[in-house]
């Protein structure tokens, strides 16, 4: 006798409908989720971004569906009313150029100059508030030598002085070494660079060690080498005015003073 089929099993292959009705209702939530995305309230955008931003007025061009994005990007548009002008003394924030300050400056170098009649150069540049004082190699080093001489003493001296006097308005001091183009290779230096680097942090070194009030935080050697001619290094002339020592003075402005 042929046995009866079972019944108990019918029904049970629809159970991936269930997981097919899941999907299709995440998939209705996602692009209903889209859909408030693309329709963002203006007003409370523009708040957003205003509070995120720390300007004093901030629009933005509201652009969020694709379309619109490519065709028109968002735009900022800052108000600058309350920036600072340049040049402007009232206000404090801005880095105001005085140059009563420069010119005091330049004053007293070459007052500085003729009272030591020194064959120094003066050099002026009220463009970058600097002033140059552009001394020979042998008033401070011998030949081939980054050792200060002690006939430079007096002189080194006198000049420590004279910017400890003016530190109030002096921002920076750079000392800068120059040479020729005569190469120098010798157990102490190794190069003109060298030389250079050596000859600017000793006569740094000199002016900070005078104690006489110059924060040393202000004073930069810089080792130049023969890269900066002011002259023709096809001459023993113009190789004698390349190797010199620059002090480059820069001036302070309104907010550097009163800070």
């Given at each position: 006798?042929?046995?009866?089929?079972?019944?108990?099993?019918?029904?049970?292959?629809?159970?991936?409908?269930?997981?097919?009705?899941?999907?299709?209702?995440?998939?209705?939530?996602?692009?209903v989720l889209l859909y408030s995305f693309s329709t963002v309230d203006a007003?409370?955008?523009?708040?957003?971004?205003?509070?995120?931003?720390?300007?004093?007025?901030?629009?933005?061009?509201?652009?969020?569906?694709?379309?619109?994005?490519?065709?028109?990007?968002?735009?900022?548009?800052?108000?600058?009313?309350?920036?600072?002008?340049?040049?402007?003394?009232?206000?404090?924030?801005?880095?105001?150029?005085?140059?009563?300050?420069?010119?005091?400056?330049?004053?007293?170098?070459?007052?500085?100059?003729?009272?030591?009649?020194?064959?120094?150069?003066?050099?002026?540049?009220?463009?970058?508030?600097?002033?140059?004082?552009?001394?020979?190699?042998?008033?401070?080093?011998?030949?081939?030598?980054?050792?200060?001489?002690?006939?430079?003493?007096?002189?080194?001296?006198?000049?420590?002085?004279?910017?400890?006097?003016?530190?109030?308005?002096?921002?920076?001091?750079?000392?800068?070494?120059?040479?020729?183009?005569?190469?120098?290779?010798?157990?102490?230096?190794?190069?003109?660079?060298?030389?250079?680097?050596?000859?600017?942090?000793?006569?740094?070194?000199?002016?900070?060690?005078?104690?006489?009030?110059?924060?040393?935080?202000?004073?930069?050697?810089?080792?130049?080498?023969?890269?900066?001619?002011?002259?023709?290094?096809?001459?023993?002339?113009?190789?004698?005015?390349?190797?010199?020592?620059?002090?480059?003075?820069?001036?302070?402005?309104?907010?550097?003073?009163?800070?």
């Open positions: 006798m042929a046995r009866k089929k079972r019944g108990g099993d019918v029904g049970e292959g629809a159970n991936w409908m269930d997981t097919y009705g899941d999907l299709v209702t995440l998939l209705l939530c996602f692009f007003e409370k955008w523009e708040e957003l971004v205003g509070a995120f931003g720390g300007y004093g007025s901030l629009s933005v061009v509201t652009a969020m569906d694709l379309e619109t994005v490519v065709e028109a990007p968002i735009a900022l548009e800052i108000d600058m009313s309350m920036a600072n002008t340049p040049n402007d003394p009232s206000n404090p924030n801005e880095g105001y150029v005085n140059l009563e300050y420069f010119k005091k400056l330049v004053e007293s170098l070459d007052a500085f100059i003729q009272a030591n009649n020194l064959a120094a150069t003066l050099i002026e540049r009220e463009e970058t508030l600097t002033v140059t004082l552009r001394i020979n190699e042998n008033t401070l080093f011998d030949s081939g030598d980054a050792t200060l001489k002690t006939s430079s003493y007096p002189f080194l001296d006198s000049l420590s002085f004279l910017l400890g006097d003016q530190i109030d308005i002096i921002s920076a001091i750079y000392v800068e070494g120059h040479t020729d183009t005569d190469p120098i290779r010798t157990p102490l230096y190794e190069d003109n660079w060298d030389l250079a680097s050596k000859r600017a942090t000793n006569a740094a070194r000199y002016i900070t060690d005078a104690n006489t009030g110059i924060d040393p935080a202000k004073i930069i050697p810089q080792g130049m080498g023969e890269h900066h001619p002011v002259a023709t290094n096809s001459t023993p002339e113009g190789k004698a005015q390349n190797r010199r020592v620059d002090f480059v003075i820069q001036s302070v402005t309104d907010v550097d003073i009163n800070r």
